[in-house]
């Protein structure tokens, strides 16, 4: 079975500075990796995935996500953070020889972004 | 704008009674989801329909139910409601199953209070 742990329920991370949202996977096979975002009163926002390729991905806003397969971990990173980032983050994965392509969401993250 | 949408926005209704929540998805998405947020509960995911068929069950109560209508437009329908079904209920739209599209878009989301 798949499943996605986020062991941060609050990140706080001052504005300029970098900041990390953590997130690790279990998956039977290999994984698709998502991160959304949500913000107060909206649904959930795509950010980025991992599928294949480079172990680096870029999405929207500036940020970036660490595919580490030994880890089993794909970290959300932003190299200068914005008061405009505090939100609820989510990692996602789901399992790539699924014949479902139900995503598994973490508990979420909030972040949040002191001036 | 994720191109999703969901009526109502708002709902409030007595304990015991039943309603339907809509969703459109995005055009082209075959896939609609239905997920349940809540506090204490994260985001759960409960059913997936594709093309008009059920391909995918989560943690979807017995008094809950959904289908997709044949211009892919889908229903949830709950029903004997109680105090705990009170929450924020998220529609996300996808692509196909195993196609080439693998992130889900999600709809603004229906908040229901049960009283």
């Known amino acids: 079975a798949q499943s996605v742990a986020q062991p941060e329920d609050q990140v706080n991370v001052a504005e300029g500075n970098p900041l990390t949202v953590k997130c690790t996977y279990s998956?039977?096979?290999?994984?698709?990796l998502f991160w959304y975002v949500q913000y107060p009163n909206r649904g959930l926002q795509f950010l980025l995935k991992y599928i294949t390729g480079d172990n680096l991905v870029k999405g929207s806003y500036g940020f970036e996500a660490e595919f580490n397969k030994s880890q089993t971990s794909f970290h959300l990173k932003k190299p200068s953070a914005l008061v405009s980032d505090s939100a609820l983050y989510f990692c996602?994965?789901?399992?790539?020889?699924?014949?479902?392509?139900?995503?598994?969401f973490g508990s979420g993250t909030r972040l949040s972004i002191r001036p | 704008d994720s191109g999703v949408t969901q009526t109502p926005k708002h709902l409030i209704t007595a304990t015991g009674q039943r309603v339907t929540l809509r969703c459109s998805p995005r055009?082209?998405?075959?896939?609609v989801y239905w997920y349940q947020q809540s506090l204490d509960q994260g985001l759960q995911f409960l059913i997936q329909y594709y093309n008009g068929e059920e391909r995918a069950k989560g943690n979807i109560l017995e008094r809950f139910s959904a289908q997709q209508f044949p211009d892919l437009h889908s229903e949830l329908n709950l029903s004997s409601l109680e105090l705990g079904d009170s929450a924020l209920y998220f529609c996300?739209?996808?692509?196909?199953?195993?196609?080439?599209?693998?992130?889900?878009?999600f709809g603004p989301g229906t908040r229901l209070t049960v009283t």
């Open positions: 055009s082209g998405d075959l896939s």
């Open positions: 996602a994965v789901r399992d790539k020889y699924s014949s479902a392509s139900k995503i598994i």
């Open positions: 996300a739209s996808s692509t196909g199953t195993s196609g080439t599209s693998y992130e889900q878009y």
């Open positions: 998956v039977s096979g290999n994984p698709y």
